[in-house]
């Protein structure tokens, strides 16, 4: 009787096995016919590639929140970045500061668009350019710095909304295949900006914390020339380990035409 549950139990293990087997063997079929069909139809050495390769990442909407997990691709709507780190100065000294920021969510990828894709083939390089109706981002941050040596210390929950935005991104891998991705971000527009951020550290802190958002909010255009260069280190930091663990070995050459 024994043997015979043992028996039934390593068919039935079996027999799931090989049903998983094939869900995911389908999985990978559907996967890459889709992205075959997708990308194949751009031609590498044809005069309108960059063109179709604009459209093809258009068309790939539908993975911007799902990702493509056969692949290791992670979702890109919400990105996430558990760690982005910047420093400026001596934070301990006259004048400096330290900015981390942590579980950072970043939503709106999947109502973007892409307005323009350029290869730059002895760069190994592309570029193109994105626009967002809307983008969030919320997660936490620790901010500690010294203005004239008086220490300055901020910890809390952030988020913030970009209305009518717009970025151009440079992905360049710097050696052969599977070799790293680095990855350059440039602001190109930002029509409005809604910002929150609270300071846990001190208690009864709401009255100066809406005092800030207030000031941040209303003076954000006058203040974007000296701050977006600190942006576009934060997203470029952030992006190129987002890009580096999603497409350092995506197999990319699978799925181009070459002529």
Request: net charge neutral; hydrophobic share 35%; aromatic share 12%.
């Amino acid at each position: 009787m024994c043997l015979r549950k043992g028996i039934k139990n390593d068919i039935l293990l079996v027999i799931i096995v090989i049903i998983n087997c094939n869900v995911q063997a389908q999985d990978q079929f559907s996967v890459d016919e889709d992205l075959t069909h997708l990308l194949g139809r751009c031609k590498m050495n044809s005069e309108d590639y960059d063109q179709c390769m604009k459209q093809a990442l258009n068309d790939l909407k539908s993975y911007y929140t799902t990702g493509i997990p056969i692949y290791n691709v992670r979702p890109f709507d919400p990105h996430y970045a558990s760690f982005v780190e910047m420093r400026r100065g001596d934070s301990n000294g006259l004048a400096g500061f330290k900015l981390l920021l942590r579980n950072v969510s970043e939503y709106g990828w999947a109502r973007s668009e892409i307005t323009k894709y350029q290869t730059d083939s002895p760069q190994k390089r592309i570029i193109y350019s994105q626009y967002f109706p809307e983008k969030s981002l919320e997660g936490w941050y620790e901010f500690s710095g010294a203005l004239f040596g008086t220490p300055i210390k901020r910890k809390g929950f952030w988020n913030m909304t970009l209305n009518d935005y717009s970025q151009t991104t440079s992905v360049r891998r710097l050696g052969g295949p599977g070799s790293l991705l680095k990855v350059n971000i440039e602001v190109d527009n930002m029509g409005g900006l809604k910002m929150h951020v609270a300071d846990i550290l001190a208690a009864g802190q709401s009255t100066f914390d809406n005092l800030t958002d207030g000031v941040i909010n209303t003076m954000w255009p006058l203040g974007l020339p000296f701050i977006k260069p600190m942006i576009n280190e934060l997203i470029s930091t952030a992006f190129t380990d987002i890009f580096n663990e999603s497409f350092r070995y995506f197999p990319v050459e699978k799925f181009l035409r070459y002529s």
